[in-house]
Structures are given as structure tokens and as C-alpha cells.
T-cell receptor
């Protein structure tokens, strides 16, 4: 299985901050990577597909970059509703796997 | 508006079989080209993809669960099902059904149910 390692596991930040979350794959996944946002008690929400394409309705302050084994999710100016847990997921090979998540907390 | 909703017993005894249903509304589970997955979230931990069923009925399972897992669909009532046999406490999780993305296809989970908590305990 392809392992995804997210860093950091926890991050404290303030409204208005620019933050970057990292996802590293154990094998090359090309651009077959997605990002999800999960608010406690809710299902994950697909934010970004194919490394960098924002889903409909996702604010432009979110952006994704990367290729191969190293990927980032950047939020340019944190808003109160962005404090959540973020997961990356690879679709390059079966079984689909997720990172362990980065929990973004309000400082 | 497409909606998915999981249902099933919230408590299952060890060694027994876990059975969940996902009711789909707003679209047909036979919609051409779509994959329907089950995903679980272990308590306080990350997400694990269990497997999918294609609209044609083909299935694929995570090898870690393949020997105990069956995903099926019922066209007559537009539902998906998951059965997991010989459960242990390690199977305690929130179970989600999900559908792939219209634009990006299999593996991009665009639509999710609200999740069903299943606890394995005697």
C-alpha cells in the first residue's frame, strides 16, 4: 500500500494567517491526489482533486500543489470556518489510502 | 439533490456480522460510470477505504478486509450494502458510503453519507 504522511499532525494558527499543510507519499502517485476537509461530527468534504483543482464552491484561498511524492495544501488567509482536520488521499493505486490528517486549530 | 444515508445496528457483538445499508436518493445507483464506495473512520483516527461497487456490479476490496467483506447493491430500492464478517473491537468505526466525482471519476469521493457509528462490543 502507498503510505501518506501528513505534517504537521497539529497546527495552531490565527484568523488571517497563511498556512501550508504537507502530504508525502511513500511512492510516486503522479498527480492522483485529493484533499478533504472534515469538521467534527461531519463527513469529509472533497476540496481539491488531481492535486490542484478546486471543487465547485471551494473558496479560492485554498490551493494545492505538488507532483510525485510531495504535495501541499495552502490556505492563504485563514477564516474561522477553515479550522478543521485536513486529509490527503492517493488514487494512484489500489487500495486508495489516506493520510493520518492535520488538525488545524485556532491559536 | 443527491443524498446518501447509512443505516444499521449501532452495536454488534464480537465474531458476528456487521451489516449496513446506504439509501441513495436523487440519483440511481445504476447511473452509468459511477463507483460507490464504503469508507470507515476508526475512533480518533484516519480514514480507511473498504472497497467499491461499480454501477455494473463489479467490486473491488481493500486487501486488508477482502476476506471478510462484501459490497452489494439492490437496484429495486436503490441501496448499497456492506457486510463485514467475524468482527472484532478493531472494526469499531464510523462507516460512510460515498460516491465518486462526476468530473474526476473513481477514487475522488464527491458525495458522502452522514456516517453510521458501529461499535463492536459484547
Amino acid at each position: 500500500d502507498i503510505q501518506l504522511t501528513q505534517s504537521p499532525s497539529f497546527m495552531s494558527a490565527s484568523v488571517g494567517d497563511r498556512v501550508t499543510l504537507t502530504c508525502r507519499a511513500s511512492l510516486d502517485v503522479s498527480s492522483s491526489l485529493a484533499w478533504y476537509q472534515q469538521i467534527p461530527g461531519k463527513a469529509p468534504k472533497l476540496l481539491i482533486s488531481a492535486t490542484s483543482t478546486l471543487e465547485s464552491g471551494v473558496p479560492s484561498r485554498f490551493s494545492g500543489r505538488g507532483y510525485g511524492t510531495d504535495f501541499t495544501l495552502t490556505i492563504s488567509s485563514l477564516q474561522p470556518e477553515d479550522f478543521a482536520t485536513y486529509y490527503c488521499q492517493q488514487l494512484r493505486s489500489y487500495p486508495y489510502t489516506f493520510g493520518q490528517g492535520t488538525k488545524l486549530e485556532i491559536k | 439533490q443527491v443524498q446518501l444515508q447509512e443505516s444499521g445496528p449501532g452495536l454488534v457483538k464480537p465474531s458476528q456480522t456487521l451489516s449496513l445499508t446506504c439509501s441513495v436518493s436523487g440519483t440511481s445507483i445504476n447511473s452509468i460510470g459511477h463507483y460507490w464506495s464504503w469508507i470507515r473512520q476508526l475512533p480518533g483516527k484516519g480514514l480507511e477505504w473498504i472497497g467499491y461497487i461499480y454501477y455494473r456490479g463489479n467490486t473491488y476490496y481493500n486487501p486488508s478486509l477482502k476476506s471478510r467483506c462484501t459490497i452489494s447493491k439492490d437496484t429495486s430500492d436503490n441501496t448499497l450494502s456492506l457486510t463485514l464478517t467475524s468482527v472484532t473491537a478493531a472494526d469499531t468505526a464510523v462507516y460512510y458510503c460515498a460516491r465518486d466525482s462526476e468530473q474526476w471519476g473513481p477514487g475522488y469521493f464527491e458525495l458522502w453519507g452522514q456516517g453510521a457509528l458501529v461499535t463492536v462490543s459484547s
